[in-house]
T-cell receptor, first 116, second 109 residues
Framework: GAVVSQHPSRVICKSGTSVKIECRSL??????MFWYRQFPKKSLMLMAT?????????EQGVEKDKFLINHASLTLSTLTVTSAHPEDSSFYICSATNRVRGNTIYFGEGSWLTVV | GQQLNQSPQSMFIQEGEDVSMNCTSS?????WLWYKQDPGEGPVLLIALYKAGELTSNGRLTAQFGITRKDSFLNISASIPSDVGIYFC?????????FGQGTRLTINP
């Protein structure tokens, strides 16, 4: 079964609203999680590193005020897309590293966001 | 920034044929990973490579970590219909991953 779970798997929101996506590590603690974005038929691009108890680190070109990341516990990171626009429509995927299991990286199932 | 060049971008083969794809990079990575992604789902790890020159198999899949640590290949032998999907290579630095552009594999029965 999944060891990293994302919710929701699909979400449709109206332009201008905000939407939150959750990423949970199910049976291990993850001090660091990562958020990726994937456009249709394209590769995954790292957006930001989510650090438990501290601010997220954003990759160049990613707006931190647009994509709010909160890593409030060792098993949960959230990505909030604020004031969403149609161009934010994408597949968002998180990953978490299990340091106990040799730093194995596990990906969530992904979340499809459609902004209408 | 770091980039991976993955080729081919797409492959159309007959069931039973062998498949080969590769990735190259201008940067050195300490770990190379190969993932398969089905539509609408997250990537699933196929093979992880940790040492330069390492050759690792997972069933019908074989992958090698190049000696220079700047390249890797993935081979699939005797392809079957469930092999259809998109395959990504990824280079790991720290805990971050840089992904190749993907290889879309289509199999004709």
């Amino acid at each position: 079964g999944a060891v990293v779970s994302q919710h929701p798997s699909r979400v449709i929101c109206k332009s201008g609203t905000s939407v939150k996506i959750e990423c949970r590590s199910l049976d291990f603690q993850a001090t660091t999680m990562f958020w990726y974005r994937q456009f249709p038929k394209k590769s995954l691009m790292l957006m930001a590193t989510s650090n438990e108890g501290s601010k997220a680190t954003y990759e160049q070109g990613v707006e931190k005020d647009k994509f709010l990341i909160n890593h409030a516990s060792l098993t949960l990171s959230t990505l909030t897309v604020t004031s969403a626009h149609p161009e934010d429509s994408s597949f968002y995927i998180c990953s978490a590293t299990n340091r106990v299991r040799g730093n194995t990286i596990y990906f969530g199932e992904g979340s499809w966001l459609t902004v209408v | 920034g770091q980039q991976l060049n993955q080729s081919p971008q797409s492959m159309f083969i007959q069931e039973g044929e062998d498949v080969s794809m590769n990735c190259t990079s201008s940067s050195i990575f300490n770990t190379w990973l190969w993932y398969k992604q089905d539509p609408g789902e997250g990537p699933v790890l196929l093979i992880a490579l940790y040492k330069a020159g390492e050759l690792t198999s997972n069933g019908r899949l074989t992958a090698q970590f190049g000696i220079t640590r700047k390249d890797s290949f993935l081979n699939i032998s005797a392809s079957i219909p469930s092999d259809v999907g998109i395959y990504f290579c990824a280079g790991q630095y720290a805990q971050k991953l840089v992904f190749g552009q993907g290889t879309r594999l289509t199999i004709n029965p």
